[in-house]
């Protein structure tokens, strides 16, 4: 195995094409063909699927692709360092709960890294697919969060994926509303007092169950309830609807406006909120200014 093989696999899986990644790298298509056979011959594994409409990265092969531009990324920094050679674009993904926080750490990693050219990736997205994302080193960072009601099985999960959990901090659960909600004077507020407005939450996938929900208290009946995918969407539906969902109590002025508020909710109830990564596998500089970001950013519930 070399880094020319490495590079080539890297390049066919971002053209999706042996045709373009070879103009791309300047070598005839069977060359390229080639050279990656012999590295999957090595390796033992397949990296694409070969189909009538073209190739497609395998499961083992998306595995592989995210070690390979690991090592790669390794290569470049020594090159930087000793050769004074500026390499391809900066990448890096992160995969996480839908927390200001990290949102904000993130534009603190592109600001510190990003130059003239980068490649990230922030994904808000499931919570058992946070868990995917970084065991198949698609991301390398996952934040989420635990709580007495689902630690057992999301620690669980995060072991068997070879991850590690690593906490930032605890928070006891607050209620997220429209700052003119008719309950926004109030400096605390109890579930009854929640009954008539609508409770909004994250979809969940196929991994709906109250293990993997974002917000703690998952479990309580309501009678109006309301999912939906993404950050904007339920903010919007908070101040349209008067409705509420339940959280860290986390929030950011400068990305969420003066609109939304939070108000610690009277229960006996924590949220361990962290990050997960690989086990045995060092963060890139990247991760770790993301990591300190991360820590700079909560450092006052902590």
Avoid: C, W
Avoid at 52 to 59: E, Q, R, T, W, Y
Avoid at 171 to 179: E, G, K, N, R, W
Avoid at 207 to 216: A, G, H, M
Avoid at 279 to 285: I, P
């Amino acid at each position: 195995m070399t880094l020319q093989q490495l590079k080539y696999v890297v390049a066919v899986a971002e053209r999706g094409t042996i045709s373009d990644a070879a103009k791309e790298l300047f070598i005839s298509q069977p060359s390229l063909t080639n050279a990656i056979k012999e590295l999957e011959n090595e390796m033992q594994l397949t990296i694409f699927n070969r189909t009538n409409k073209g190739i497609v990265v395998s499961n083992e092969g998306d595995e592989f692709l995210a070690y390979a531009r690991q090592v790669l990324e390794q290569s470049n920094l020594l090159e930087e360092k000793f050769l004074n050679v500026k390499k391809q674009s900066t990448r890096f993904s992160v995969s996480t709960q839908h927390y200001s926080f990290a949102v904000n750490a993130f534009v603190d990693v592109i600001r510190e890294f990003g130059g003239s050219q980068y490649d990230f990736t922030l994904r808000e997205t499931q919570t058992y697919e946070i868990i995917e994302d970084v065991n198949r080193l698609k991301s390398e960072i996952g934040v989420l969060y635990t709580s007495s009601k689902n630690k057992e099985v999301i620690m669980k999960i995060i072991r068997q994926s070879g991850l590690e959990f690593e906490e930032l901090f605890m928070a006891s659960p607050h209620v997220f509303i429209s700052s003119k909600h008719p309950l926004a004077e109030k400096s605390e507020l109890a579930m009854d007092e929640l009954k008539e407005y609508p409770y909004l939450s994250f979809e969940q996938g196929d991994y709906n169950s109250f293990y993997f929900s974002e917000e703690i208290l998952s479990t309580l009946d309501r009678n109006k309830n309301i999912k939906v995918r993404d950050r904007a969407t339920l903010f919007n539906l908070a101040i349209g609807l008067n409705g509420y969902t339940v959280s860290t109590g986390v929030i950011s002025r400068e990305l969420n406006g003066e609109n939304i508020i939070a108000r610690p909710l009277k229960v006996k109830e924590y949220m361990r909120v962290g990050a997960i990564k690989q086990k045995n596998m060092t963060l890139s500089r990247y991760g770790k200014a993301y990591m300190e970001a991360l820590k700079i950013h909560v450092a006052e519930y902590v």
